[in-house]
């Protein structure tokens, strides 16, 4: 999942299980490029090491030079405040609030990103309207 600085959807992308996060990243930035012209910094928290830096020139290849890809990585033992992954982490708790996308009912994958897409439209239009989020 992409998203902008506010937790507003960019991109989304659902594969299986077994996926590379490599090449969803790839297939997600593609899709999303025309969206992502501004993009100076993606920051991601995951893998360190071999997988964590072929995420990191595979998301250079799609988007060039002018973005800087920033891991974040977990080296504190204790509790320790992330800049800007509470972003990606309060979308993700937007979205548990739907019934259908706190667990994984559907068979393909296609029908779980129209669920994503049609709940992050509905909760930007009631943003949009200034109303209360309730369900």
Not at 75 to 87: D, G, H, N, Y
Request: with cysteine.
């Amino acid at each position: 999942m992409v998203v902008d600085s506010q937790g507003l959807l960019i991109g989304v992308l659902v594969t299986e299980a077994n996926a590379s996060e490599r090449l969803g990243a790839v297939v997600v930035l593609n899709e999303a490029r025309d969206k992502l012209s501004k993009l100076e910094v993606l920051g991601r928290g995951g893998e360190e090491g071999e997988e964590g830096n072929n995420c990191a020139s595979a998301v250079q290849q799609v988007c060039g030079d002018r973005v800087r890809v920033e891991v974040i990585k977990r080296t504190a033992q204790s509790f320790e405040r992330l800049p800007k992954r509470w972003i990606v982490e309060r979308t993700f708790g937007w979205l548990n609030r739907f019934r259908r996308l706190s667990k994984d009912y559907e068979v393909y994958s296609d029908v779980s990103e129209a669920m994503i897409y049609g709940s992050l439209i509905h909760l930007m239009v009631r943003r949009l309207a200034n109303l209360r989020f309730t369900l």
